[in-house]
Structure formats: C-alpha cells, structure tokens
Nanobody, 119 residues
Framework: QVQLVESGGGFVQAGGSLRLSCAASGSIGSIKVMGWYRQALGKQRESVASITSGGSTNYADSMKDRFTISRDNAKNTVYLQMNSLKPEDTAVYYC?????????????WGQGTQVTVSS
C-alpha cells in the first residue's frame, strides 16, 4: 500500500504562485511514476504533470510553461510549483502514484487539495 498526503493548496490571485507537496509513505520502493491531476467543478479529472522514478517529466500542454514538477527522494516527496496562475487553474489537485506489482500497475490517490485562483 501507498499513502499520499498533499499540502500547499489555497487561495491566490491571478498571476500568483503556489507550491503543492505530496508526501508518500508505505511501499514506495515500487512506485514508478508520481504525478498531479486536477479536477475542476463539473469537469473530468485531467493530468497536470508527472515524474518517473528516473526523473523524466511530462506536462499537459497548457501547463508546461507555468508548472514545474520535481521530487526530493530523500523526503519521498513530489512538488508542483505553479506560477502565473489563472482563474481556470482553480480545481482540486490530486497526487497520484503508480506502483508496479508483478505484471500489474496500481494507482494510488491522495485526498486532494483545493486551489482557488481569483481574477
């Protein structure tokens, strides 16, 4: 099992910045990818960014110039630095971990953290 705890959400004005953190615990040795998703009210959950165990990153096109994902292996923590925030970035942000076990891959989710950007 993997437990994920997010922090760092909040309220910010347009153009501002926030940094989200996701601390992983449990069976973290077999985590292959960690990432962030978001879900705005009335919309489907969408991928924001991800980082592999080897450090390779991937971003949604609309966020790659403003958001940066990083990880601190010593702290088992993944970060999402969000700059130049826009009202349309308002959503609940979820941390995700993909853990391998045998031939299968399992998804784990954090509880979510609210990000609200005012215009």
């Amino acid at each position: 099992q993997v437990q994920l705890v997010e922090s760092g959400g909040g309220f910010v004005q347009a153009g501002g910045s926030l940094r989200l953190s996701c601390a992983a615990s449990g069976s973290i040795g077999s985590i292959k990818v960690m990432g962030w998703y978001r879900q705005a009210l009335g919309k489907q959950r969408e991928s924001v960014a991800s980082i592999t165990s080897g450090g390779s990153t991937n971003y949604a096109d609309s966020m790659k110039d403003r958001f940066t994902i990083s990880r601190d292996n010593a702290k088992n923590t993944v970060y999402l630095q969000m700059n130049s925030l826009k009202p349309e970035d308002t959503a609940v942000y979820y941390c995700n971990a993909k853990r391998s076990r045998g031939w299968s891959m399992y998804d784990y989710w954090g509880q979510g953290t609210q990000v609200t950007v005012s215009s």
